[in-house]
């Protein structure tokens, strides 16, 4: 069954007498769309936003629900938000069935007390209702098929939504409906702008915003992705895994060098915090009690995949400290790095995909005063490459033969095969770098040697000088892909701009 051709209409009329509001003006439709994530075999968030404070509402229903005791048929919860978030609000359904289609409707009125006898709805009153569809993961012991999709780098270097076509990428993502999407990092660029005219001479939408320094203008540059229709079609109906990497809050930052001096910033004012709480409000993250920050987590999916996501930013060290085998950096933290080895070996998944936000051997940043923001030292020692080295001397230790790492951040896609130990030639990694979604187009060759790396592709102009107008620099714009088998073949590719594979690769399972 193609889950993305089912209607809501159905669902919608038949609850509007159950699920509803009490008066049919007092009815408000998000202002924002809708996202579903942190989909589970149990579990699903929703994400949505409105105008004003008041009352979220989010009704979900099992498509295929017969058994009473098998799941919940329907189920409705609400939520209050405030202007404090943005006005943005989330919800947490538990106890979901595996692998089964869930739709869902969302929207927002001011939390009269009366909303449940749905008195004054009528059939026109659907258009003040959003609403999506997803399914769940399957169970962890179940074979089956997995695709999902990922990139990052969206609305970078004035490279914004194009006047007539938005973000085109996200036709082709919705066009091969993948199991899920992961947003690797990079989808915002808080610390740019976006003006009427782009970097590559097309009219754009304006956003109307400077670099964010402030709350409110961090959420307006969430605002301004989120109305892009093909990326708000993706999000309520594709599970989706959010991640950050440096320009959620500013270039190459971390939480000993997130400052700066020139206007509109304040001088001293750490970016960090705001922009961790602006990626919170508008990603569907539900913040636990115990740990609201802590935003690294892994996700199963069905017997062949378990997603390891890192968060690159909120612990490393600083980017300009040397990095050296007595006195190694690191960007994880102990208790992140920790957490890794703990569910990587844990994990009974055929494949260990690991979500790292930036590269593993391509250099970023900039040498000499700034260092290093990845893990390559390259040609210097400001990288984070001692505490790489002994993350993949645990995954050869303990035989994780079956890995990938998936990773952008540098606006070009690579592929690339590690073999890092000589005394164990049969221990190998593969790395699939992807981007940009939509953002300036900056190739570049270079790559760190030491984990005895071999370039497989590259797909970028021979410089970014190369690339002066719209059509050449959507030419270089693409996403990952990945699909698994029933038998735990493994599929990667590297997608352009209208979803035609440029680079593929099957692994077989060892």
């Not at 709805?121 to 997803?134: A, H, P, R, V």
């Not at 740019?192 to 964010?212: E, H, L, M, S, W």
């Not at 693409?478 to 997608?495: K, P, Q, W, Y």
């Amino acid at each position: 069954m193609d889950i993305k051709k089912i209607s809501l209409a159905g669902l919608a009329l038949a609850s509007l007498a159950t699920y509803g509001t009490s008066r049919a003006d007092a009815a408000e439709a998000p202002t924002h769309g809708v996202a579903v994530g942190e989909v589970t075999a149990n579990s699903a968030i929703i994400w949505s936003r409105a105008n004003r404070e008041g009352k979220m509402h989010v009704l979900i229903k099992d498509w295929h629900f017969k058994d009473q005791h098998a799941g919940p048929a329907v189920a409705h919860k609400t939520f209050t938000v405030k202007a404090a978030d943005d006005f943005t609000g989330k919800l947490s359904f538990s106890g979901l069935r595996p692998d089964t289609v869930y739709e869902y409707r969302v929207w927002f009125n001011d939390g009269d007390e009366r909303e449940e006898s749905g008195e004054g709805l009528k059939k026109e009153d659907l258009s003040k209702f959003t609403e999506g569809m997803f399914r769940t993961a399957p169970a962890p012991h179940e074979a089956k098929r997995v695709s999902f999709a990922f990139g990052g780098d969206l609305a970078g270097q004035n490279t914004c939504r194009d006047e007539k076509e938005g973000f085109p990428i996200f036709a082709a993502i919705n066009t091969m409906r993948p199991d899920f999407f992961i947003g690797l990092g990079d989808m915002i660029y808080a610390d740019g702008v976006c003006d009427a005219i782009g970097r590559y001479g097309n009219k754009q939408i304006p956003g109307g915003f400077t670099q964010a320094f402030d709350l409110p203008s961090f959420w307006a540059h969430w605002k301004y992705n989120r109305e892009d229709s093909g990326y708000r079609a993706l999000l309520a109906k594709t599970p989706y895994y959010a991640i950050w990497d440096d320009h959620e809050a500013v270039n190459d930052f971390g939480p000993l060098h997130d400052t700066r001096t020139a206007a509109p910033y304040t001088p001293g004012e750490h970016l960090l915090p705001l922009g961790l709480k602006a990626f919170l409000d508008y990603n569907p993250i539900m913040e636990k009690a115990d740990n609201p920050k802590r935003i690294y987590r892994n996700i199963r999916w069905g017997q062949h995949v378990e997603l390891f996501i890192l968060d690159t930013r909120q612990y490393r060290d600083a980017n300009f400290s040397a990095d050296s085998k007595t006195q190694p950096k690191t960007m994880l933290g102990r208790e992140q790095l920790e957490w890794l080895k703990e569910k990587m070996k844990a994990s009974s998944a055929t494949w260990k995909i690991v979500v790292s936000s930036v590269p593993m051997s391509i250099p970023t940043g900039s040498a000499s005063t700034a260092g290093r923001d990845g893990w390559a030292n390259f040609q210097e020692a400001g990288g984070f490459e001692h505490e790489l080295t002994d993350i993949l001397k645990f995954m050869k230790d303990n035989k994780m033969h079956n890995n990938l790492w998936i990773t952008t951040d540098v606006h070009f896609a690579a592929a690339f095969r590690y073999t890092p130990f000589q005394d164990d030639p049969s221990f190998q990694v593969h790395e699939l770098v992807s981007g940009p979604l939509n953002a300036g187009v900056f190739p570049n060759r270079n790559f760190d040697t030491t984990l005895g790396t071999e370039s497989l592709f590259f797909f970028g102009a021979n410089a970014a000088s190369d690339v002066s107008t719209w059509k050449q620099a959507k030419s270089w714009m693409n996403f990952g892909a990945v699909e698994v088998s029933e038998d735990g073949a493994l599929t990667l590719s590297v997608r352009d701009i209208v979803g035609n594979a440029v680079y593929e690769n099957t692994l077989l399972p060892k």
